[in-house]
């Protein structure tokens, strides 16, 4: 094993516990090592976090991590949409909340696996984070790009990588792609679009009856929905809407 990969051992072994789908083949690297000075990261070189302490005391006696390391996250969408204008990217340290709460058990699940914390005893079916980040490593996957666990420091929540699938062929994926995506490529199963074409119907039909109507016809799934279609057939704005959920 390489001295990169027992690194990433070593960071998620010092860890501390704690939609929409989309497709591609994924890949990743070591985007940073960091090691934390005075409440500041610092990117350092692979020695330099070797050498590092892995935790530290904190002013109440606590215990907290000293350093960590950043792991970027790409999947090539633009393979299956070529018309789009980016490709997707998700920036991870290893062992942070969104780490250990959706990235890491999502891994597992995906490859249907068990992630060791720390060493590997002989016999044992655990494997190393390492090991399982290989076997994704140039894999198509199905992700989706949920909500961080908490809100960060500007007050905003960002989005973090969720691996659904990992396809053992280019194939393979495509064809789970065609059974849940329209061919605009937009996922019907994340209810964006059609909870888009609802409430645009819902809003216009109760506009005068305020927010907590519309709030309870779309969550009680009224039959005027689909009614409504036919009221705003010529609405040029609606009709393009209904072009992505057909």
Not at 13 to 30: E, I, R, Y
Not at 133 to 149: H, I, R, S, T, W
Request: aromatic share 10%.
């Amino acid at each position: 094993m390489s001295d990169e990969f027992e690194l990433i051992n070593e960071a998620d072994a010092t860890a501390p516990d704690s939609v929409f789908t989309n497709f591609g083949k994924l890949t990743w690297k070591v985007n940073r090592y960091i090691v934390w000075k005075d409440g500041q990261p610092e990117e350092v070189t692979a020695a330099q976090y070797v050498k590092a302490p892995a935790k530290v005391k904190t002013a109440d006696g606590k215990s907290k991590n000293a350093k960590n390391v950043e792991l970027m996250f790409s999947v090539d969408i633009q393979e299956f949409k070529p018309d789009l204008p980016f490709t997707y990217e998700r920036k991870l340290n290893i062992g942070d909340r969104d780490w250990n709460a959706t990235f890491k058990p999502s891994l597992a699940k995906a490859l249907g696996t068990k992630i060791a914390k720390g060493a590997v005893a002989e016999g044992s079916k655990e494997i190393f984070i390492s090991d399982a980040l290989k076997m994704v490593e140039g894999k198509y996957v199905a992700y989706q790009d949920v909500p961080q666990q908490r809100e960060a420091k500007d007050g905003k929540t960002y989005n973090t990588l969720k691996l659904v699938r990992v396809f053992k062929s280019r194939v393979e994926c495509q064809a789970a792609m065609n059974d849940t995506v329209g061919a605009n490529g937009a996922t019907l199963e994340s209810g964006v679009i059609t909870f888009g074409v609802d409430m645009v119907k819902t809003f216009r039909r109760h506009r005068k009856e305020g927010a907590a109507k519309i709030f309870e016809d779309f969550v009680n799934g009224v039959s005027e929905f689909e009614s409504m279609l036919e009221t705003h057939k010529a609405d040029a704005e609606i009709a393009e809407i209904e072009k992505l959920n057909a």
